[in-house]
């Protein structure tokens, strides 16, 4: 299949400067690059988009570069910021660049058997820190004029705003990013950046320093950003926590629980986003998800497909059998530190081991740990066969024992589908 249409059927194309660039990438051997800032020692999920996009040119025979910002990550990227970035120090820049591209060797090949089409990891700090200002200045400043950088969106949506200015430090920016072509161009023949559809200005203008400097034809393509249906960025819980391509910052369980949990429009798109399934199975969870929402078998391919891809195969098969066992009885087989996973999110509460070895009234139970707001309402949910120990059904007639607990010490107890609490004997 030709480039242009897979990426045409998945959605990843929102401008480009070359209609043509698609009939070269299909031929393949073209070198490309895509930009990542080492703001973190690990990259996020929304960093897989750009990650998945080298991947795919690279299958189809074209040169990936993965441009790690170790110098331009000093100044800071203020395209469509409403603060300046707070400045990081060389130390940290040079050891969340050193985290990231470990990762990144899990999604591109950067062994000499991938031949021409071969990944590079670079660092544009090899050639940003040791560029002279006056060099800097007189080659390629001269290119541009202030009236064509401010006029750019990313620096016209700060320049428009009373409580807020733009500092010179930040609107050197894009003049960085364009000369990091023009290296990776003149150094190893790069002929295109790919970049989210924010970088559209700072993209263009490296193209035409590449033209300008050396009368070559450069390319930018972007894709369309990652957005919630609020309008927010993708890639955070709604605690706003930051969900890492990091298994020891995000679990590989807590990562398949966030994409689990998609709605079926972001689901949908990430399937085509995040994912190398081919378009026929796709288009068959596409159809399953209008016909049978309950089912949710976009949501599950999806967590699948992008914790495999993350953290391997037996990785993501762990995580679904603990997603299950949240609401089975196969909640008892989960290892202990599983089952605090699974349940971290849930309230929790200290209970007497004595108490819980006297045997307690699933009355008392439920009031006590919040799940029920009076005795009389515990007793009708009771009735009602909607509480569980375990996962096991819990009726009025019963005893909770610590007999009961999960590694001597644990109670998983649950009313309804998603009210869940801890006691933890103690």
Same mark, same amino acid.
């Given at each position: 299949?030709?480039? &242009?249409?897979?990426?045409?059927?998945?959605?990843?194309?929102?401008?480009?400067?070359?209609?043509?660039?698609?009939?070269?990438?299909?031929?393949?051997?073209?070198?490309?690059?895509?930009?990542?800032?080492?703001?973190?020692?690990?990259?996020?999920?929304?960093?897989?988009?750009?990650?998945?996009?080298?991947?795919?040119?690279? *299958?189809?025979?074209?040169?990936? *570069?993965?441009? +790690?910002?170790?110098?331009?990550?000093?100044?800071?990227?203020?395209?469509?910021?409403?603060?300046?970035?707070?400045? !990081?120090?060389?130390?940290?820049?040079?050891?969340?660049?050193?985290?990231?591209?470990?990762?990144?060797?899990?999604?591109?090949? =950067?062994?000499?058997?991938?031949?021409?089409?071969?990944?590079? &990891?670079?660092?544009?700090?090899?050639?940003? @820190?040791?560029?002279?200002?006056?060099?800097?200045?007189?080659?390629?400043?001269?290119?541009?004029?202030?009236?064509?950088?401010?006029?750019? /969106?990313?620096?016209?949506?700060?320049?428009?705003?009373?409580?807020?200015?733009?500092?010179? $430090?930040?609107?050197?920016?894009?003049?960085?990013?364009?000369?990091? =072509?023009?290296?990776?161009?003149?150094?190893?023949?790069?002929?295109?950046?790919?970049?989210?559809?924010?970088?559209?200005?700072?993209?263009?203008?490296?193209?035409?320093?590449?033209?300008?400097?050396?009368? @070559?034809?450069?390319?930018?393509?972007?894709?369309?950003?990652?957005?919630?249906?609020?309008?927010?960025?993708?890639?955070?819980? /709604?605690?706003?926590?930051?969900?890492?391509?990091?298994?020891?910052? @995000?679990?590989?369980?807590?990562?398949?629980?966030?994409?689990?949990?998609?709605?079926?429009?972001?689901?949908?798109?990430?399937?085509?986003? =995040? @994912?190398?399934?081919?378009?026929?199975?796709?288009?068959?969870?596409?159809?399953?998800?209008? $016909?049978?929402?309950?089912?949710?078998?976009?949501?599950?391919?999806?967590?699948?497909?992008?914790?495999?891809?993350?953290?391997?195969?037996?990785?993501?098969?762990?995580?679904?059998? +603990?997603?299950?066992?949240?609401?089975?009885?196969?909640?008892?087989?989960?290892?202990?530190?599983?089952?605090?996973?699974?349940?971290?999110?849930?309230?929790?509460?200290?209970?007497?081991?004595?108490?819980?070895?006297?045997?307690?009234?699933?009355?008392?139970?439920?009031?006590?740990?919040? !799940?029920?707001?009076?005795?009389?309402?515990?007793?009708?949910?009771?009735?009602?066969?909607?509480?569980?120990?375990?996962?096991?059904?819990?009726?009025?007639?019963?005893?909770?024992?610590?007999?009961?607990?999960?590694?001597?010490?644990?109670?998983?107890?649950?009313?309804?589908?998603?009210?869940?609490?801890?006691?933890?004997?103690?």
């Amino acid at each position: 299949m030709k480039v &242009l249409d897979d990426w045409r059927f998945r959605g990843l194309i929102h401008q480009t400067t070359d209609d043509d660039v698609f009939d070269r990438l299909s031929a393949g051997s073209v070198t490309l690059y895509a930009g990542f800032d080492p703001t973190a020692p690990s990259l996020h999920l929304g960093h897989l988009f750009p990650l998945c996009n080298l991947r795919r040119l690279q *299958i189809a025979g074209n040169a990936p *570069i993965a441009l +790690a910002g170790g110098g331009t990550g000093l100044i800071g990227d203020p395209s469509f910021k409403d603060v300046e970035r707070p400045l !990081l120090t060389r130390d940290v820049l040079g050891a969340n660049v050193a985290g990231i591209g470990e990762q990144m060797s899990r999604f591109l090949d =950067f062994s000499p058997s991938a031949g021409k089409a071969r990944a590079k &990891l670079l660092n544009n700090a090899d050639w940003l @820190t040791t560029i002279s200002l006056t060099d800097f200045l007189r080659d390629v400043g001269k290119h541009f004029t202030v009236n064509q950088m401010i006029a750019k /969106e990313s620096v016209k949506s700060r320049l428009d705003r009373d409580d807020v200015g733009l500092s010179f $430090t930040e609107f050197s920016y894009m003049l960085l990013q364009a000369y990091d =072509f023009l290296r990776l161009n003149l150094d190893h023949g790069c002929t295109l950046q790919l970049g989210g559809s924010d970088q559209w200005g700072n993209i263009t203008m490296g193209t035409e320093l590449v033209r300008k400097s050396t009368g @070559t034809l450069a390319a930018g393509l972007t894709s369309p950003l990652l957005l919630r249906p609020d309008g927010s960025k993708f890639g955070k819980s /709604e605690g706003g926590e930051q969900v890492w391509l990091d298994a020891a910052r @995000t679990s590989p369980f807590k990562m398949h629980q966030f994409l689990l949990n998609s709605d079926d429009e972001m689901a949908l798109a990430l399937l085509r986003f =995040f @994912t190398f399934l081919d378009h026929e199975s796709i288009i068959g969870l596409d159809d399953a998800t209008k $016909t049978v929402p309950q089912e949710r078998r976009a949501q599950r391919a999806l967590a699948n497909e992008v914790v495999a891809m993350v953290h391997g195969v037996n990785a993501a098969k762990k995580a679904e059998r +603990a997603g299950e066992a949240l609401f089975s009885e196969s909640i008892a087989d989960l290892d202990e530190a599983t089952l605090l996973e699974v349940v971290a999110d849930a309230p929790s509460s200290t209970w007497s081991r004595e108490e819980l070895t006297a045997g307690v009234d699933p009355v008392d139970l439920l009031v006590g740990s919040r !799940l029920a707001k009076s005795r009389a309402e515990a007793r009708r949910y009771l009735e009602q066969g909607g509480v569980y120990l375990n996962n096991v059904r819990l009726d009025a007639t019963s005893r909770v024992s610590i007999a009961d607990a999960l590694h001597g010490r644990y109670l998983v107890v649950r009313r309804g589908r998603r009210q869940l609490h801890l006691l933890v004997a103690a």
